[in-house]
Each structure stands twice: as structure tokens, then as C-alpha cells.
């Protein structure tokens, strides 16, 4: 006999329902997946999905915020030794196949707090590998760095590098030529 919602931690029915909104969010896009489709797919009655997740925008930020932490401590694993571009570089490369969904992400920005939370919470991650390339290199502290500058740059090039056309390159690739032409030459980001 199938345990009903009361016999079912919260923690597990909540990861069932993340995990179900993953799968179909990647395969059919956030716009054409909805609350019932991820209610059947999780095998929870549809008004119950609303137990744990006020509205779709909640459940997407959700698994934005889950993709986001599960590189995260992949990174840590497996890049524990690495430097923080490389870090980074990996991670957006990891990444790569969630393009479409950072695409609804803009979409949805206007629409929801909790997805421009969860938007922030991604472009913290990068600024935050950012900071720690400059600590490496020493930039930090350097007058003649604009940080904020080289941190802007960085996220309007992962940004625009997920604007649909065919003549980008992936952003991991644009940023890690980014950064290396800013710690070879340092020319790029000086104060005017």
C-alpha cells in the first residue's frame, strides 16, 4: 500500500518533487512544463505539489538553487587542488547542459523574487570565484585594478554568452580568456 503525505518525511517528498521538476524542466523547458506535469511525475496529487512549493517559479528557483550546489560540492571534491579560474571554468563548462534553463531564468526575473534570488545566488558563485582568482594573483588590493569593473565584465560576458545565437562561444571558454588576458596584461580593467 502507497504511504500517504503524513507518512512521508517532507525532507523526501520535497526531493522527489525537486527531482521529478529537474528531469522535465531539462527536457521540456520551464515553459512547457507544469505544476501537473511534475505532480505525476513525482507521483504527488497536484494540489499537494503546493504543500511544499507556493507556485512554479518557486519549485524552478528550487532547482536552480539545487543544480547550483551540487556543482558546488562536486568542485569541492574533485577540484579541491585547483585554482580558482580553473574552478570555475569547470564549473560553467559543467554546466553547460542547463543553458536553457539560465535562459528562463531571465525570462522569469521580472516575474519572481525567488527566481532573481536564486539568479543571485549563481552570480554570487562566479563573482565570489572571481575574488578568489584576484586574491591568487594578488589584485585584490591592487590600485591600479577596478575589482568591480573585471567583476561586472565577467558577469556580462557568462550573461551574454547565454543570449541564443550560433556565433558564441561557450562562456567558460570566453571567460577563461578573459581572465588570463586580465592577469597577463592587467590593461583591460585599470582605472581611467
Request: aromatic fraction near 6%; proline fraction near 5%; glycine fraction near 6%.
Amino acid at each position: 500500500m502507497p504511504r500517504n503525505r503524513q507518512q512521508i518525511p517532507r525532507e523526501e517528498r520535497t526531493g522527489d518533487l525537486l527531482a521529478a521538476a529537474t528531469e522535465l524542466f531539462l527536457a521540456k523547458g520551464y515553459d512547457k512544463t507544469t505544476m501537473a506535469d511534475i505532480s505525476a511525475a513525482a507521483g504527488v496529487a497536484r494540489g499537494n505539489v503546493y504543500w511544499y512549493f507556493d507556485s512554479k517559479d518557486d519549485i524552478f528557483a528550487a532547482v536552480m538553487d539545487r543544480m547550483l550546489s551540487r556543482e558546488i560540492r562536486t568542485l569541492s571534491a574533485e577540484q579541491a587542488g585547483a585554482d580558482p579560474l580553473s574552478r570555475l571554468v569547470r564549473g560553467l563548462s559543467d554546466m553547460r547542459y542547463s543553458r536553457p534553463l539560465h535562459q528562463a531564468m531571465h525570462d522569469r526575473l521580472p516575474h519572481s523574487e525567488a527566481v532573481r534570488a536564486a539568479h543571485n545566488t549563481f552570480l554570487g558563485w562566479i563573482v565570489g570565484l572571481v575574488d578568489e582568482v584576484m586574491a591568487e594573483h594578488g589584485l585584490d588590493g591592487d590600485p591600479d585594478i577596478d575589482a568591480t569593473l573585471l567583476r561586472d565584465t565577467v558577469v556580462t560576458v557568462f550573461e551574454g554568452a547565454h543570449v541564443p545565437n550560433d556565433r558564441n562561444r561557450p562562456a567558460h571558454e570566453m571567460l577563461r580568456f578573459l581572465m588570463e588576458s586580465v592577469l597577463a596584461g592587467r590593461s583591460p580593467v585599470k582605472r581611467a
